[in-house]
């Protein structure tokens, strides 16, 4: 994975914990200082820092994954096969404009009983 690109996802992973901590410094301004108020703050910022670890996981996984020359071959191939459907669905749906068009009986409609 490019530089840039891990660093964006590090970008985004650090603002969310910015965020999860002001968060959990404004559920803590609303109540009282005492050790439920700390105990909650402080599961709040482990699981902020538990997203951006998670992150941090899928993001190398998907780095080591782009760098098999396999799994690259493999995505290769997915796409054809993605580009292949599309094709075949938009052939079929012009055929069926198409063939609309030149037959000038139309089907039951379906309220008529």
């Known amino acids: 994975m490019a530089d840039t690109s891990k660093q964006a996802w590090n970008e985004v992973g650090s603002r969310f914990s ?12 609303g109540a009282k200082d005492d050790a439920s108020t700390k105990a909650a ?3 709040v910022e482990e699981v902020a820092r538990e997203i951006g670890n998670q992150l941090d996981r899928a ?3 998907l780095d080591d994954t782009m760098r098999d020359p396999e799994a690259r071959a493999d ?5 054809g096969a993605l580009g292949t459907a ?3 669905s938009v052939n079929e749906a012009a ?3 198409k063939n609309r068009g030149s037959d ?9 009983a």
Do not use: C, M, N, W
Request: without cysteine; glycine residues 2%.
């Open 59 to 61: 993001l190398d996984a």
């Open 95 to 97: 055929e069926a404009i």
């Open 86 to 88: 599309i094709s075949a």
């Open 75 to 79: 995505l290769k191939i997915a796409f």
């Open 18 to 29: 910015s965020v999860g901590k002001r968060l959990a410094d404004r559920y803590q301004a």
């Open 104 to 112: 000038p009986t139309e089907p039951p409609r379906p309220d008529d």
């Open 41 to 43: 703050q402080h599961k």
